[in-house]
């Protein structure tokens, strides 16, 4: 059985689940698109937002994090730059390009049909 930690929600405790890996790993390119599609962010922060806007379902490691970082570069879909950070730092900031916006749209739509479909076999298996 799939070990799951304690979290706090809206001041009780709950279980978070442990994902299989597998799940995570074929919505990777759109959830770190799906962040940058309205603003320019740096690593650390993508993985605050993607934490943030999941409610703690996605918890993603900077060694999972990057190579994603790195493909999406290399097939156009986001580029980088660096900018000056407080105490001196530079931190590399992703953008996403025109191209990227096309993808993140064709995955959104891929998503919401498997997604849906998937929704569908679950309930009706539900009821049967």
Same mark, same amino acid.
Do not use: C
């Given at each position: 059985?799939?070990?799951?930690?304690?979290?706090?929600?809206?001041?009780?405790?709950?279980?978070?689940?442990?994902? %299989?890996?597998?799940?995570?790993?074929?919505? !990777?390119?759109?959830? #770190? =698109?799906?962040? @940058? &599609?309205?603003?320019?962010?740096?690593?650390?922060?993508?993985?605050?937002?993607?934490?943030?806007?999941?409610? %703690?379902?996605?918890?993603?490691?900077?060694? !999972?994090?990057?190579? #994603? =970082?790195?493909? @999406? &570069?290399?097939?156009?879909?986001?580029?980088?730059?660096?900018?000056?950070?407080?105490?001196?730092?530079?931190?590399?900031?992703?953008?996403?390009?025109?191209?990227?916006?096309?993808?993140?749209?064709?995955?959104? &739509?891929?998503?919401?049909?498997?997604?849906?479909?998937?929704?569908?076999?679950?309930?009706?298996?539900?009821?049967?």
């Amino acid at each position: 059985m799939d070990r799951a930690s304690m979290v706090e929600v809206e001041g009780r405790k709950e279980q978070k689940m442990n994902f %299989d890996k597998s799940l995570l790993s074929g919505s !990777t390119r759109l959830l #770190v =698109l799906s962040v @940058l &599609e309205k603003k320019d962010e740096y690593g650390w922060g993508i993985i605050q937002q993607l934490k943030e806007r999941s409610d %703690d379902t996605f918890d993603m490691r900077e060694g !999972t994090l990057y190579p #994603v =970082l790195h493909s @999406l &570069e290399s097939d156009g879909m986001i580029s980088s730059y660096e900018q000056d950070a407080s105490a001196g730092r530079t931190r590399k900031y992703y953008h996403i390009t025109d191209k990227g916006q096309r993808e993140l749209a064709r995955q959104k &739509e891929q998503w919401e049909a498997f997604s849906g479909g998937v929704n569908r076999v679950i309930r009706q298996g539900a009821y049967a």
